[in-house]
Structure formats: structure tokens, C-alpha cells
């Protein structure tokens, strides 16, 4: 069975950094990050594929950085300069193909952590 475990997020004031780890039980071709504030649809931040493609929602363009440690099955998002807007929870999510940061269709999805902004 697929697990993925999120880690990291914490209530943090604007301008600070925080780094969100998944931890896969398995490698997977494509990893992502998202997040949903409440009352709003669920968003792509970042994605990853296998050859280290990355792409990234624009918002997040230049503060936040995805990145994966593959011995460890383990990707990372390291957000810096964060902002009241960015408190969601984010999702880790995996799929066996490379999908677009506006695809919420994955087929894995984490259970979510939460990541609170004051300003």
C-alpha cells in the first residue's frame, strides 16, 4: 500500500522559512506539493519528475525551491519568505507520470500538514 507522509509545518511569522518533507514508500516518476486554504480549491505549488524537471505555481516563483533526496524516496519544499497567503495545508501527491502543477488529478495523496502564516 502507498503511503505518503508529510512533514514540517508549523506557525511561523511572515518572512520566516519552513521546509515540508514527504516521505515516500515508494519512488515515484512524478512527486508534488499542494496546498488549500479554506474556502479555496486546492492548488499546485511545485512538482518534480524523475529526470528533475521542476515547475512551480507562479506565486510561489523564487521563495519556494522542491527537491527530492531519491535514495530516500523523501522530497522536500523549502519555502522562504513566506507570507500570510501561503498558510494551507499542503499535500504531498505522486503519480506514475508526469502531470501539469494545475492537475489535481493525482492518484497518491498524503493527509496533509499544516503550514499557518502571521504577519
Known amino acids: 500500500q502507498v503511503q505518503l507522509v508529510e512533514s514540517g509545518g508549523d506557525s511561523v511569522q511572515t518572512g520566516e522559512s519552513l521546509r515540508l518533507a514527504c516521505s515516500s514508500s515508494q519512488d515515484f516518476y512524478w512527486m508534488a506539493w499542494f496546498r488549500q486554504a479554506p474556502g479555496s480549491e486546492r492548488e499546485g505549488v511545485a512538482t518534480?519528475?524523475?529526470?528533475?524537471?521542476?515547475q512551480y505555481t507562479d506565486s510561489v516563483k523564487g521563495r519556494f525551491t522542491i527537491s527530492k533526496d531519491k535514495g530516500k524516496n523523501i522530497v522536500y519544499l523549502q519555502m522562504n519568505s513566506l507570507k500570510p497567503e501561503d498558510t494551507a495545508m499542503y499535500y504531498c501527491a505522486a503519480d506514475t507520470w508526469e502531470r501539469n502543477v494545475r492537475d489535481t488529478n493525482a492518484q497518491y495523496w498524503g493527509q496533509g500538514t499544516q503550514v499557518t502564516v502571521s504577519s
Open positions: 518534480y519528475t524523475g529526470i528533475g524537471y521542476t
